[in-house]
């Protein structure tokens, strides 16, 4: 039996997605920023766990996240963050981006770290799922295997083009 690819993202899929980000502190109190990627609970005809366990493995995979191991792995510049509060998270494999408004001092604040914890959720949450729902969410799937991870660098954006900033936090530091 052969292993199929995991599919490329549509850009249907990428806009159904749902992402969340937020500020957090290591058990060593250095701050980092976690950004969650879900899919919603099934809505159409067909669409089953299985179904939606493939698409978030291609999203997965474009977004050069993997299992949890013992080396997190870094994906690259995968976030640029714009004036106006916008944040684009970009995949391979497609033009087409996630698109994320969060305020801009929390875009600020991220642009500084030069760093996010990319998790890619293979389990559907709900849209509306906040607070301790996510963290729920996160703990049983960070238990059972069913989430995605990697350290993705964010770049600045604008008309004269983005610039790679320093990195504040190491790979290293994610998990302490």
């Not at 005809?45 to 179904?51: H, L, Y």
């Amino acid at each position: 039996m052969t292993a199929h690819a995991p599919p490329v993202p549509t850009p249907g899929l990428i806009a159904s997605l749902h992402v969340r980000l937020w500020l957090d502190l290591t058990a060593g109190g250095r701050q980092f920023a976690p950004l969650l990627i879900t899919h919603p609970p099934a809505r159409r005809t067909g669409e089953d766990a299985a179904t939606i366990e493939a698409r978030m493995r291609g999203v997965a995979e474009a977004l050069g996240a993997s299992p949890p191991g013992p080396l997190l792995p870094e994906s690259g510049p995968r976030l640029t963050v714009h004036g106006g509060g916008l944040l684009l998270v970009h995949l391979d494999g497609t033009p087409h981006a996630l698109r994320l408004h969060q305020p801009a001092r929390r875009l600020h604040m991220l642009a500084g770290l030069g760093q996010v914890l990319l998790a890619v959720g293979l389990d559907p949450l709900g849209p509306h799922a906040r607070g301790a729902a996510v963290d729920r969410y996160v703990e049983a799937a960070g238990e059972a295997g069913r989430v995605c991870f990697a350290a993705a660098g964010v770049l600045v954006g604008g008309r004269s083009g983005r610039r790679r900033l320093e990195a504040v936090n190491r790979v290293e530091q994610w998990g302490s």
